[in-house]
């Protein structure tokens, strides 16, 4: 089934339809870019973005490319991105708002390791973009990997679309997805173990432990593109966490565009996420480009961590 015959199938509102068809043209065509065979997409662009991180030039082609893609659509009132210190206001009274990171996880671009673009869908209410990510209406996000994949989530399902690339169209490959109740992957980065809070460590000396055959109990994986690190521990079980760290004292994950549309998507298909002191996706945001601790995945392991905060 066609990305196409499945919004036929369902009654999401036409909007959010539009919205979809959106993402997906852009994500065709990034996917176009990425796999182009000239050194345009490679290395920096020269330029620092407003969290002071070196911009990749192909961060600026997926913030045009996508940006290009909703600019048509008057349904979407304003755009945030990662890329761009102020809200883009499309001059309209669209009932949408779309906040996004259009090139998640850049630093692997050169280094041939996937990558991904994440979309967080709002309505547009007078709290603008500072709305709790409880009452985001669609999640979204892109996985330019071994093959393309978007995966979204809405009415509390969560569903995958791989991408054929010889017709371009995105096929249902992940109906209904439904992430296992716990798993044996812990993602973290761990060069920022000494400075992190003792639960944090607590947790991971626990996944190291050994069984008593003297054999390993959990495997640690970290890719370093949130999308891919969070797709494969959706599939296959796991947990994902970036706390706050001496270089991070805020986290280093963006709550809006980047933990509130991973979390929704988590809890669509059943997992659960924290920021360590609440559900991620009762967190209000204050400023749009906040920063945020983030743990996400399976959620008896996001239980498991939560407990040693409670002894
Ligand atoms: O967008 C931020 C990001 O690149 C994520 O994709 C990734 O999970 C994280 O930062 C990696 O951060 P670090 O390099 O500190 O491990
Ligand atoms: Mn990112």
Request: hydrophobic share 35%; aromatic share 8%; glycine share 6%.
């Amino acid at each position: 089934m066609t990305l196409q015959q499945f919004l036929n199938s369902k009654n999401f509102n036409s909007e959010i339809n539009e919205i979809l068809l959106n993402i997906e043209s852009g994500s065709i065509k990034m996917y176009e870019k990425i796999n182009e065979e000239t050194d345009d997409i490679f290395g920096s662009s020269g330029q620092k973005n407003v969290q002071d991180e070196e911009v990749q030039k192909l961060d600026l082609i997926a913030n045009d490319i996508f940006i290009h893609a909703f600019n048509t659509n008057s349904n979407i009132a304003k755009i945030l991105s990662e890329e761009n210190e102020d809200i883009i206001d499309l001059k309209n009274n669209g009932k949408y708002l779309i906040a996004m990171d259009p090139l998640d996880g850049s630093s692997n671009i050169d280094v041939n390791i996937p990558v991904g673009s994440i979309f967080s869908i709002l309505k547009n209410t007078e709290d603008g973009f500072l709305q709790n990510g409880a009452n985001q209406k669609l999640a979204c996000y892109v996985i330019y990997g071994t093959t393309t994949m978007m995966v979204f989530a809405i009415n509390q399902a969560a569903y995958g679309f791989t991408l054929n690339t010889k017709n371009k169209q995105y096929v249902l490959t992940h109906p209904n997805i439904s992430t296992p109740n716990t798993g044996n992957i812990f993602s973290i980065n761990e060069g920022n173990f000494n400075s992190m809070e003792k639960e944090i460590i607590e947790f991971i000396n626990y996944c190291k432990e050994l069984n008593p055959d003297g054999k390993r109990t959990h495997t640690g994986r970290f890719i370093g593109s949130l999308v891919a690190d969070f797709h494969r521990n959706m599939l296959k079980g796991g947990i994902f966490i970036y706390p706050t760290t001496a270089d991070r004292p805020q986290g280093q994950l963006r709550l809006i565009y980047e933990c509130n549309p991973i979390a929704f998507i988590a809890k669509c298909s059943g997992g659960d996420s924290t920021n360590l002191t609440q559900n991620i996706l009762d967190v209000k945001p204050k400023n749009i480009h906040q920063r945020t601790a983030f743990v996400v995945g399976s959620k008896q392991m996001v239980n498991q961590l939560l407990s040693l905060y409670k002894v």
